[in-house]
């Protein structure tokens, strides 16, 4: 099964997201706040229904948030805001698997800010 990201169950999001992470100074919880630019979501939505929280899919499961906002600009939608947030390091090591899966399915590259 292909990694994949979606705003309502079973319509994957073509759009690939900016990705920042942060993490604790002990490693027990972090962050992970994606920025999608013009969803395709967005062209579809009305059509499909409403978006109900970000699904990341792999063969693992899938991790699920409902922290999910959309930015206007000019009254128009412009992009998506999501926070997944990590409690612990088993939450943390999860999606990273997840990540890389999905990086790796998109022929993405990772880069640590310094």
Not at 45 to 57: A, F, R
Not at 67 to 87: H, L, S, T, W
Request: proline residues 4%; glycine residues 8%; hydrophobic residues 35%.
């Amino acid at each position: 099964m292909a990694s994949s990201m979606e705003f309502i169950k079973g319509i994957e999001e073509p759009t690939i997201p900016d990705v920042k992470l942060t993490r604790s100074r002990d490693g027990a919880s972090g962050t992970a706040t994606f920025v999608f630019q013009n969803p395709a979501i967005f062209e579809a939505s009305s059509e499909l229904g409403d978006i109900t929280g970000l699904y990341m899919n792999d063969d693992e499961g899938t991790i699920q948030t409902v922290d999910v906002q959309a930015k206007f600009v000019n009254g128009r939608p412009d992009k998506i805001e999501v926070k997944y947030v990590m409690r612990s390091s088993f939450e943390w090591d999860r999606f990273m698997r997840f990540m890389e899966r999905y990086a790796e399915d998109k022929g993405l590259g990772f880069q640590k800010s310094g």
